[in-house]
């Protein structure tokens, strides 16, 4: 029964914190990018998340090509680039039309290996991100996400969870801000129990925000409520405000 009423406390506070973060959604350009290593299923990752976007009116736009961020044009339209495309390459070309959309104030979201895991080779764009996948040991394991602030909206009313999925051990940019980590047991590598690892981060990129969680290896890890709902979350917060 208590754990019925937490459950439903979490939805109705969920509710308000979406209205909160609500803002003329139809006035709102979404670019959704998706595609590189097929093991993250980025095409089932678009069909989940894009009924979602379409059910908060956000306006779409929706590519399985890098070239887009080479189109300064349709760049500087876009209030998010949500993206889920691990591993691959950018151009020089498309690498300047991301950042310069980021810096100029478009928000950029994305989770696992679709955005902590791309273009290894482009620096500028880890710096941009504030991390870079570098092993999960023990492949898809049992571990707990922490909470580690109770008070951002991205977080607010979530508690501690269990997930099954990849425990990434990440390179972090030590500026980002951490609102949910991991730490790890040391069953699978043993030197580094106890590491405590951020999960789930938010910071600036010039005038753009970015919002990154490590959780999602596969569609399945979706279907816990915790992991779907920071992830709209951040979504949400990430999106230009003006």
Known sequence: MKSL????????????IS?????????????????GWDGHQPKEFKDLILPWLQEQ?????????????????????????IQTWTMGELTKEQEEGLLNAVKNGCGLAGYHGGLGDSFRSNTNYLFMVGGQFAAHPGGQ??????????????????SDFKVHSEQYYMLVDPG???????????????WVKGVKMPVVWKKKFGNGKVFYSSVGHSMKDFE??????????????AIREN
């Not at 409520?225 to 949400?236: A, M, S, T, W």
């Open 141 to 158: 394991i049992d571990f707990t996400v922490n909470i580690e602030n109770h008070n951002d909206p991205i977080t607010k009313g979530i």
């Open 57 to 81: 009116e956000f306006d779409v736009t929706v590519s399985n090509s890098l070239d887009i961020y080479a189109d300064s044009s349709k760049m500087q339209n876009f209030d998010l680039i």
């Open 176 to 190: 980002v801000e951490v609102l949910a980590s991991t730490t790890f047991s040391g069953e699978h590598a043993d």
């Open 19 to 35: 209205l909160s973060f609500a803002n003329t959604n139809s006035n709102k350009n979404i670019l959704l990018v998706y595609g």
């Open 224 to 237: 816990v409520y915790e992991v779907f709902e920071i992830l709209k979350r951040g979504i949400l917060w």
């Open 5 to 16: 009423i937490n459950n439903i406390l979490i939805i109705v506070l969920s509710c308000f």
